[in-house]
């Protein structure tokens, strides 16, 4: 008796494509619903449960579920809705009475929040009249959907890509995808109460570490293209490479190597144990808020103690990644002493890409504006040595950095020059004229003229990154 074939597996993306019709009918009849009967009413609440279901559903496999209106035709995920025109006319039409172009709902999205969403769609359009739909979700606390115009793809920006993942590969792309999902599926584990492995954080650390002394510039590139997807995951994963970069740079060895990188890509493991409002907050902590994420050293050590293959060196690094060289961090040591030096380039990785994400209650900074902030706070927050090494490494301007310089010209930094931080080396992206470089072009910054001696181009400031099709931002 032969065995039956077995169905192929469907990736998330064809999930979400198919789970998408069906929300789509599930959105446009909870709003119908409810512009007939109060919240409250069984039907209204049964359409709005539908819908949450849905939602949840699609919000599992993917970090936002993205509606956008070109022209007459709504699009989802980037893909053309199929759907009979006639059966989304009324939901289209309020978002043009709305001057809303594109709707994102993202993970994190509770009843309570999309239950006042569907009261602000169902407003007649002459209350939006000098506001805008982001401005009065803002107002009734709506923080897991956006709304607003499109900003259309910028041809640079998608060149910047391409180059990027051309210095990148394949191959460190797909390892960095697949620790993103085991750092996701191990703090789901914790939170219901399973331990984790550490095989596949091995199998991560143990390429990174076999790449990383013949070329670290691919990995500062993955951490600046990573750094606007999910935060939760991306910011661990991103702190690790940080972290193996400083010590590789130092000349530690392969043993060295993935002992730091290890301890790092653990080192907020203790954070899988707070409620994910606090986490994602846009507002400032209450006291008794900012107590329960001070706690996430102790807990982290109280996690990894009970995780089989774990090293001693990962439980000192989540204990002591927040006291900062000068101990005025958290928690407060009744005897300081010094702390490890995996502890110090951690919370060096921590600061650098915690500052340079984009969060619920922070926008990104620029880079050479993180970089000026440490080297502000060397010898207090940082350790002096090791905050001047990491700036070196780094630059001013990081691999994977657009920056605009004085000639006009835009380009985008495939490798930092430690001998001077503002003078790295660059792919070219536009010309003084503004036009798209299609050749490729390298330029070394520390280049000067033949005639007078000076440097041909200098940067004038980094670009941020734009991606296609996201909403504009709220008016002040």
Not at 210 to 229: C, V, Y
Not at 280 to 305: C, M, N, W, Y
Not at 456 to 475: F, M
């Amino acid at each position: 008796m032969t065995e039956p074939e077995h169905a192929p597996e469907i990736g998330p993306e064809a999930q979400v494509a198919a789970l998408t019709a069906v929300a789509l009918r599930a959105l446009c009849a909870a709003i119908s619903q409810r512009k007939m009967y109060p919240p409250e009413h069984p039907i209204a609440s049964r359409a709005l449960t539908s819908l949450a279901l849905y939602l949840e559903r699609i919000l599992a496999l993917t970090e936002e579920w993205r509606l956008a209106l070109v022209g007459e035709k709504l699009m989802a995920g980037g893909r053309p809705v199929d759907e009979r025109t006639e059966s989304l006319a009324p939901f289209v039409e309020s978002l043009k009475a709305r001057a809303v172009e594109t709707i994102a709902f993202k993970r994190g999205l509770d009843v309570a929040e999309l239950r006042r969403f569907l009261s602000l769609m169902i407003l007649d359009a002459k209350w939006f009249a000098g506001t805008s739909l982001q401005d009065m979700m803002g107002k009734e606390g709506i923080r897991s959907i956006e709304a607003g115009r499109l900003v259309l793809a910028d041809p640079a920006e998608a060149d910047r890509n391409r180059a990027l993942h051309d210095e990148t590969g394949p191959e460190l792309t797909e390892a960095y995808d697949n620790a993103l999902t085991f750092i996701e599926e191990a703090v789901g584990a914790l939170q219901e109460g399973r331990r984790i492995s550490m095989e596949d954080a091995e199998s991560f650390v143990h390429l990174v570490v076999s790449q990383m002394q013949q070329d670290r510039s691919p990995f500062l590139i993955l951490t600046t293209l990573k750094a606007h997807h999910a935060y939760t995951f991306t910011h661990i994963i991103n702190v690790c490479l940080l972290t193996v970069v400083q010590i590789e740079a130092m000349g530690g060895d392969a043993s060295a190597l993935r002992e730091f990188g290890l301890a790092s890509m653990m080192h907020d493991i203790g954070k899988s144990l707070l409620p994910k409002e606090i986490l994602s907050k846009p507002g400032k902590l209450t006291p008794e808020e900012f107590a329960l994420i001070q706690r996430h050293p102790q807990d982290g050590v109280h996690i990894l103690r009970e995780t089989p293959g774990v090293p001693d060196l990962a439980l000192l690094v989540a204990f002591e990644h927040h006291m900062r060289y000068n101990h005025s961090g958290y928690p407060r040591p009744r005897h300081p002493r010094p702390l490890h030096p995996c502890s110090l380039m951690t919370n060096l990785a921590d600061t650098y890409d915690a500052m340079r994400s984009k969060r619920a209650y922070q926008e990104e900074f620029p880079p050479e504006k993180v970089a000026a902030l440490i080297s502000d706070r060397a010898g207090t927050d940082y350790h002096p040595r090791l905050a001047q090494a990491f700036l070196q490494i780094m630059g001013a301007y990081p691999p994977g950095t657009r920056v605009r310089l004085d000639t006009g010209e835009e380009g985008v930094v495939v490798r930092s020059n430690p001998a001077n931080p503002y003078r790295p080396v660059l792919r070219m992206l536009r010309d003084s004229t503004g036009g798209l470089i299609k050749r490729l072009e390298i330029v070394d910054l520390m280049d000067k003229e033949r005639v007078g001696g000076r440097f041909s181009r200098n940067v004038l400031c980094s670009i941020r990154p734009q991606g296609a099709a996201k909403p504009a931002a709220p008016p002040a």
